[in-house]
């Protein structure tokens, strides 16, 4: 089944340790997002890509980054992860940029920060 | 504060009851999404809304979008354990095609 993938489901860091979490699609979407997820909110939105341009949200920390080598994957880094970055990192993807193309969601990573 | 507002925040409800959640903005909805998540998952795609005074269904679960595309109501006919968990709204709330999401209404079915 086409789908999209997050792995891994749980990552625990240390502080100040960079991590890197995976997304992938086999939905063959132009698109892809990464939301923040913190306990019991709403997700927000850090970044997405369209195609290989990449689009930054004004308020996303500059400690987060984000890679797309190529149509299938996207990487979420995080530089030097704080205590306030523990939270479930969404990725999502869509076929279009348009209120009316439908996102769809991986399973999530949640993210520890010791 | 919140772009969009969704009450209630928790509810109970009594399996075989009904029940609505809303989620309203200031700001006119050009997309309405519901999804649903199950704690520590990600987002289940249920339904989407474009159009004033659009509703659709499926199964048991109906979802509206006002007239004037600021509020959407998300009702459940005959509650079952299966429509236990975190129902989300998001929308796109300044034609930019990015969703701006609710916080979630957490919904507990009781046998």
């Known amino acids: 089944d086409a789908m999209v993938i997050q792995n891994p489901r749980y990552q625990v860091t240390q502080f100040g340790k960079p991590v890197t979490l995976s997304c992938s699609q086999t939905?063959?979407?132009?698109?892809m997002y990464w939301y923040q997820q913190k306990s019991s909110q709403a997700p927000k939105l850090l970044f997405h890509?369209?195609?290989?341009?990449?689009?930054n949200e004004a308020d996303t920390p500059d400690n987060f980054q984000s890679r797309r080598p190529n149509t299938s994957f996207c990487f979420l880094d995080i530089r030097s992860p704080g205590l306030g970055d523990a939270a479930m990192y969404l990725c999502?993807?869509?076929?279009?940029?348009?209120?009316?193309?439908?996102?769809?969601f991986g399973p999530g990573t949640r993210l520890t920060v010791l | 504060s919140q772009e969009l507002e969704q009450s209630p925040q928790s509810l109970i409800v009594q399996e075989g009851k009904n029940l609505t959640i809303n989620c309203t903005s200031s700001?006119?909805?050009?997309?309405l999404y519901w999804y649903k998540q199950k704690y520590g998952e990600g987002l289940i795609f249920l339904m989407m809304?474009?159009?004033?005074?659009e509703e659709k269904s499926h199964e048991k679960i109906t979802a509206k979008l006002d007239e004037k595309k600021q509020q959407s109501s998300l009702h459940i006919t005959a509650s079952q354990p299966s429509h236990a968990g975190i129902y989300l709204c998001?929308?796109?709330?300044?034609?930019?095609?990015?969703?701006?999401f609710g916080a979630g209404t957490t919904v507990t079915v009781r046998a």
């Open positions: 999502a993807t869509s076929s279009g940029l348009a209120s009316y193309n439908e996102q769809f």
């Open positions: 700001k006119t909805l050009y997309g």
């Open positions: 890509y369209y195609d290989k341009d990449f689009n």
């Open positions: 998001g929308a796109d709330i300044a034609n930019d095609y990015k969703l701006s």
């Open positions: 939905l063959n979407h132009n698109v």
């Open positions: 809304l474009q159009k004033g005074g």
